[in-house]
């Protein structure tokens, strides 16, 4: 598993200390680390506003500055985990934005190792696992727009338009998600509905934000629809 974390914090030295403790955490963790500090908001924004944008957690200041940036990062990056560190006097305006943590003390990185392990436990309790003799694959289901069958295996479409391959049958998988949020719309798509910007009726097609596209066929739109109404 990889976790991509994004820091935005104004001051810079704290911002070091909170990559180095994530960097350590994570690594305790078995977990690969993708972590990049910005040293503005504008530099974040900049990124976010990137069609191959990604980011799993976002650790941002706790201050008007950062809870603006917040809805940002949750307009952008629907599936993003927030965590604010900051003052206590700003924690219950934080709360707002539904952050895993609120890290009450500027400068330190109390907390943080344990706000981690919460996103650690939470991703790992809705991912999708497949074993084979090769290893084990784990992907948490948030990064997956959609399964398709391809023949004797099923391609497993993520957000960031990569795609990864496994030996499998479609119905195994359907049958194997514990997870809620997947509609079958075709014998060769699985969809994951929170994924989806819009459908297009002409040609049926299924359009994710990340720009994937699948599609529905004529015997199944109802039950997507259906299920997209519901989300």
Request: net charge positive; aromatic share 8%; glycine share 6%.
């Amino acid at each position: 598993m990889k976790l991509w974390v994004a820091i935005c914090v104004p001051d810079m030295e704290n911002a070091r200390q909170i990559a180095a403790c994530t960097v350590a955490t994570l690594r305790k963790q078995a977990v690969e680390a993708g972590v990049r500090v910005y040293n503005s908001s504008s530099a974040l924004r900049r990124e976010l506003a990137g069609v191959a944008s990604r980011a799993d957690v976002v650790i941002l200041a706790g201050d008007s500055e950062g809870f603006h940036l917040g809805q940002d990062v949750c307009d952008a990056c629907r599936n993003a985990i927030l965590i604010f560190t900051g003052g206590r006097d700003h924690m219950a305006e934080a709360f707002r934005y539904r952050p895993v943590a609120y890290l009450p003390e500027a400068g330190g990185t109390r907390g943080l190792v344990e706000a981690l392990g919460d996103v650690l436990r939470w991703r790992r309790s809705s991912a999708f696992r497949f074993e084979s003799k090769t290893g084990v694959l784990q992907i948490p289901l948030d990064r997956v727009d959609y399964f398709e069958s391809d023949y004797r295996n099923v391609l497993i479409h993520l957000v960031d338009n990569t795609t990864e391959k496994i030996c499998e049958k479609l119905d195994c998988v359907e049958n194997g998600l514990q997870a809620g949020g997947f509609c079958r719309c075709h014998k060769s798509y699985l969809v994951n509905l929170s994924h989806i910007r819009a459908f297009r009726r002409t040609d049926r097609a299924v359009l994710f934000y990340s720009g994937n596209t699948a599609y529905a066929s004529k015997a199944l739109q109802s039950a997507l629809l259906s299920s997209l109404s519901a989300v």
